[in-house]
């Protein structure tokens, strides 16, 4: 079962901040944050394994409430850069093989000068 | 440093033929998978790979589907018979360990098809 994102659009200026939230019905083992440029395949942000654990490079960092079965990511200080569709992808306790990420529907991000 | 890379870029078939994707995972990955993106949605999964078997598979993943590793470094996705529904962009990624395990996937460029 996919995780669901929200939101599913935001318009930023240059130097703002925004939240992407990510949540799953089912009891996560790590969730992965990946970016999709526009004709490009998605690259590699970051992966959470805990609960609770936060991680950030540069000013995108991201949190995982394993009780609460969601995930979001920060970006501060938006740069243009930054635009591109956000995906969360998901690995399930019960998946046998823990081997089927499961991506959410996106988040499309625009940051404007 | 090391990439993912897929072949054709763009491939064009009629409806009923049987279209072949082709990927060279990064070297040293064991973990390989097939993902597919409609125009303008989200990432679906297909297929994982690993040890010469299919390891997790969706319900996109039907018998027209194959996944193949013939050789040390290609992995290949075949349809048997393509359905106008199968037009999206495929991607093949690689990982060095189990998602569960904190892996990252890298992913390739991606293979548009385009069934008419």
């Known amino acids: 079962q996919q995780p669901v994102q929200s939101p599913q659009a935001v318009i930023l200026r240059e130097g703002e901040d925004a939240v992407i939230n990510c949540s799953s019905s089912?009891?996560?083992?790590?969730v992965h944050w990946y970016r999709q440029k526009h004709g490009e395949a998605p690259v590699f942000l970051m992966i959470?394994?805990?609960?609770?654990e936060q991680k950030g490079h540069d000013k995108i960092s991201a949190s995982f409430n394993e009780k609460k079965q969601q995930s979001s990511l920060y970006l501060t200080a938006s740069q243009l850069s930054y635009s591109g569709t956000y995906f969360c992808?998901?690995?399930?306790?019960?998946?046998?093989?823990?081997?089927?990420?499961?991506f959410g529907g996106g988040t499309r991000l625009m940051v404007k000068p | 440093e090391p990439e993912v890379t897929q072949t054709p870029s763009h491939q064009v078939t009629q409806m009923g033929q049987e279209v072949i994707l082709r990927c060279v995972p990064i070297?040293?990955?064991?973990?390989f998978y097939w993902y597919r993106q409609i125009l303008g949605q989200k990432v679906e999964f297909l297929v994982s790979?690993?040890?010469?078997?299919?390891?997790?598979k969706s319900e996109i993943f039907d018998d027209q589907f194959s996944v193949e590793r013939p050789d040390g470094s290609n992995f290949t996705l075949k349809i048997r018979s393509t359905k106008l529904e199968d037009s999206a962009m495929y991607f093949c990624?690689?990982?060095?360990?189990?998602?569960?395990?904190?892996?990252?996937?890298?992913f390739g460029n991606g293979t548009r098809l385009t069934v008419t």
């Open positions: 990624a690689s990982s060095a360990r189990l998602g569960y395990e904190g892996s990252p996937l890298h």
């Open positions: 089912k009891a996560l083992y790590s």
């Open positions: 959470l394994l805990k609960g609770g």
């Open positions: 992808g998901t690995v399930h306790l019960n998946n046998n093989a823990g081997n089927m990420l499961t």
């Open positions: 070297s040293n990955h064991l973990y």
């Open positions: 790979f690993y040890n010469n078997e299919i390891s997790e």
